[in-house]
């Protein structure tokens, strides 16, 4: 089967770098992903890792490494609007639908 | 211009009811899913559809039935209602259903059983 394992909750202070670490359980391992959810909205992507290393789109980056099962989110210049649920996600065995972690809160204070 | 919508967005009925979910995308997309995400905030496919062929369903049980017109709607009737039915369901889309294509989903239905 397939399993995704991530912090529970994260806090920082405005301003602030903070990462959020996903592992995984998967057979067959197609890319990790990563999507941002706001208290009642909808989940939007946020990035997509296929090979190992850093991928970065803005204040937002993201690390994989396979031999590791490990990847991460860093998020830098913390914002009060980045305040929002992270969920790490795979693609499932047959290819087919995304398996997502249980989610990562993400608390910015001033 | 919304890329995925879905309607209602509220639905609150009584246990033992039929309803319909609708999800619509406007962004040529092949394929389209509906996820369940229950209280706790863990989203969980429930369909997965392409070229309005139905590519997977996870387990879920047969009071669910999705319907694919086009491959533009991805609608869900729920049969019988039950209390732990009650989530939020979400609709998305995406190019095809490689590990690459981003996921863009609707806004969600927030159903609520009594």
């Known amino acids: 089967g397939q399993s995704l394992e991530q912090p529970s909750e994260v806090t920082a202070v405005e301003g602030a770098i903070v990462q959020i670490n996903c592992t995984y359980q998967t057979s067959g391992f197609y890319g990790l992903s990563w999507y941002q959810q706001h208290d009642g909205g909808a989940p939007t992507f946020l990035s997509y890792n296929g090979l190992d290393g850093l991928e970065e789109t803005g204040r937002f980056s993201s690390f994989l490494s396979r031999s590791d099962s490990y990847g991460y989110l860093l998020l830098q210049e913390l914002q009060m609007k980045d305040s929002a649920s992270y969920f790490c996600?795979?693609?499932?065995?047959?290819?087919?639908?995304?398996?997502f972690g249980k989610g990562t809160t993400l608390s910015v204070s001033s | 211009d919304t890329a995925v919508s879905q309607t209602p967005k509220y639905l609150v009925t009584q246990m033992g009811n039929d309803k319909s979910i609708k999800c619509e995308q406007n962004?040529?997309?092949?394929?389209m899913y509906w996820y369940k995400q229950d209280s706790k905030k863990f989203l969980k496919i429930m369909f997965s559809y392409n070229n309005k062929e139905l590519i997977i369903n996870e387990t879920v049980p047969n009071r669910f039935s999705p319907k694919s017109p086009d491959k533009a709607h991805l609608n869900l009737h729920i049969n019988s209602l039950e209390l732990g039915d009650s989530a939020v369901y979400f609709c998305?889309?995406?190019?095809?259903?490689?590990?690459?294509?981003?996921?863009?989903f609707g806004d969600g239905t927030r159903l609520s059983i009594l």
């Open positions: 998305a889309s995406s190019q095809d259903h490689r590990a690459n294509q981003p996921q863009h």
């Open positions: 996600a795979v693609i499932n065995q047959a290819g087919t639908a995304l398996i």
């Open positions: 962004l040529g997309h092949d394929t």
